[in-house]
């Protein structure tokens, strides 16, 4: 993808509550959108994807969505846990070529318990 | 998903040096990826690196700076050059597994810092 914006930098939610990270993406050949965990002083860990054939996709409390038409994806945490708390990076790529990954800039979630 | 050993896991070096960092990966990959993350940045992608090719660049990276090596599609090393303050960084690969295979993993990275 050629650019990706993240919204919002940063989030503050009471355990127990819902939060939901969105993204906007600007190439219309991406078809693959990942997003990506990261805890302080450790590697970015896949956390859920989406391709562009599916509009929606959970595990557990986890969801993505994607609105192809719009350039949106977003991911929905359900049920936040302090544990939860992090940087998430949403990213997007086009499979079929370059493959590179380009990530968006981040959203700082806590979880207040 | 490919497990992937990256080392240094850190260093301390003198400006104008240079350091190379490896990452090696438990099974074949198609395309390895460097990455640098500046503290409380975002992954910013410096090259793409395929085994038998010269890698790609980024702009605002250039192969001087950051050489890439690639000699099989197992294992990628990427050297900071000349190295000044401002390279102080976290180095990341990261490994596709091929065109129609998902699930991109990363390193464990490397704390650069240049005194």
């Known amino acids: 993808g050629e650019n990706v914006e993240q919204h919002p930098s940063t989030l503050s939610v009471q355990e127990g509550d819902s939060a939901v990270i969105k993204c906007t993406y600007s190439?219309?050949?991406?078809?693959?959108f990942p997003w990506y965990k990261q805890e302080l002083g450790k590697r970015p860990q896949l956390i859920i994807d989406i391709r562009s054939n599916v509009g929606e996709k959970k595990d557990q409390r986890i969801a993505v969505t994607l609105n192809k038409t719009a350039k949106h994806f977003s991911l929905h945490i359900t049920e936040t846990q302090p544990e939860d708390s992090a940087v998430y990076f949403c990213?997007?790529?086009?499979?079929?070529?370059?493959?590179?990954?380009?990530f968006g800039a981040g959203t700082i979630l806590r979880v207040k318990s | 998903s490919a497990v992937i050993s990256q080392k240094p896991s850190r260093d301390i070096c003198q400006r104008g040096t240079s350091l190379t960092i490896q990452c090696q990966v438990d099974?074949?990959?198609?395309?390895m990826f460097w990455y640098r993350q500046q503290p409380g940045q975002s992954l910013t992608l410096i090259a793409t690196?395929?085994?038998?090719?010269?890698?790609?660049?980024e702009s605002g990276f250039v192969i001087d700076k950051f050489p890439i090596s690639r000699p099989n599609l197992t294992f990628s090393t990427l050297t900071v050059s000349n190295m000044s303050p401002e390279d102080s960084s976290i180095y990341l690969c990261?490994?596709?597994?091929?065109?129609?295979?998902?699930?991109?993993?990363f390193g464990s990275g490397t704390r650069l810092t240049v005194v």
């Open positions: 190439d219309s050949a991406s078809n693959y």
């Open positions: 990261s490994v596709s597994p091929g065109t129609y295979n998902y699930g991109y993993t």
């Open positions: 690196a395929n085994q038998g090719s010269e890698a790609t660049y």
């Open positions: 990213a997007d790529t086009n499979m079929e070529y370059g493959n590179k990954l380009v």
């Open positions: 099974s074949q990959v198609t395309m």
